[in-house]
């Protein structure tokens, strides 16, 4: 059974960081792509980040793209989230994500198809 746990999130202020960590349980994790994505209310949820199974290479949207970074630890079975300058825009349930297939080497066409329940990100002004 395919387990995603997230913590780290919290309330922080415009401009500070925060580390997300994803803890994965019931799959061999390192031999799948992990991604990142946020949800705010009333909005559908958007993809963040991806990394694939090795770490070479690593997926970002565009309004992260320099201040995010995703990264793994397959002997932890953890991925991260790193995220400096934040933005009120980036306030959202982030929650760690799973591609349904295995040994994929590009983040970019991963087809995600597990998430965790998320951790709270609220950015104030």
């Known amino acids: 059974q395919v387990q995603l746990v997230e913590s780290g999130g919290g309330l922080v202020q415009a401009g500070d960081s925060l580390r997300l960590s994803c803890v994965a349980s019931g799959f061999p994790f390192s031999k799948y792509i992990m991604g990142w994505f946020r949800q705010a209310p009333g909005t559908e949820r958007q993809f963040v980040a991806a990394i694939n199974w090795r770490a070479t290479h690593t997926h970002y949207t565009d309004s992260v793209k320099g201040r995010f970074t995703i990264s793994r630890d397959n002997a932890k079975n953890t991925v991260y989230l790193q995220m400096n300058n934040l933005k009120p825009e980036d306030t959202a349930v982030y929650s760690c994500?799973?591609?349904?297939?295995?040994?994929?080497?590009?983040?970019?066409?991963?087809?995600?198809?597990?998430w965790g329940q998320g951790t709270q990100v609220t950015v104030s002004q």
């Open positions: 994500a799973r591609d349904i297939r295995q040994w994929g080497g590009d983040p970019r066409r991963a087809d995600f198809g597990s």
